[in-house]
């Protein structure tokens, strides 16, 4: 009787992990939004800490842009979302875009 193996050898495979994609939210600069309104809108949405929302609203203010936030695609929009209540609760219109990470996009 020939000899039965007692358990299938199954080939080993490798599975790749995958996240969910980066997205980044970027504030811009314009004219008309003080910039301590900037300041407590990083400190309240995106829980910055004072001296860190001090130097990206001044980032914003010299190159006209800077990354506020960095997350999944729904975090993001829900971030841009909160914006865009406190603007029209304070009757600002600071804008913020949303766009995804360049190191995820390759």
């Known amino acids: 009787m020939p000899k039965q193996p007692s358990t299938l050898l199954k080939p080993k ?4 992990i995958r996240y969910a994609p ?3 939210v970027i504030g811009l ?4 939004t003080p910039m301590d309104y900037v300041i407590r809108l990083l400190i309240e949405v995106f829980q910055k800490k004072p001296d860190e929302a001090f130097d990206l ?3 914003v203010h010299e190159t006209g842009a800077a990354t506020f936030y960095i997350a999944n695609r ?6 841009i979302e909160m914006v865009h209540n406190m603007n029209q609760a304070w009757g600002f219109a600071l804008a913020v ?3 995804p990470c ?4 390759e």
């Open 13 to 16: 495979v490798k599975k790749k």
């Open 102 to 105: 360049e190191e995820d996009s």
């Open 29 to 32: 600069n314009d004219d008309f």
């Open 74 to 79: 729904e975090a993001c929009e829900l971030k």
């Open 57 to 59: 609203m001044i980032e």
């Open 22 to 24: 980066r997205w980044r």
């Open 97 to 99: 875009i949303m766009e």
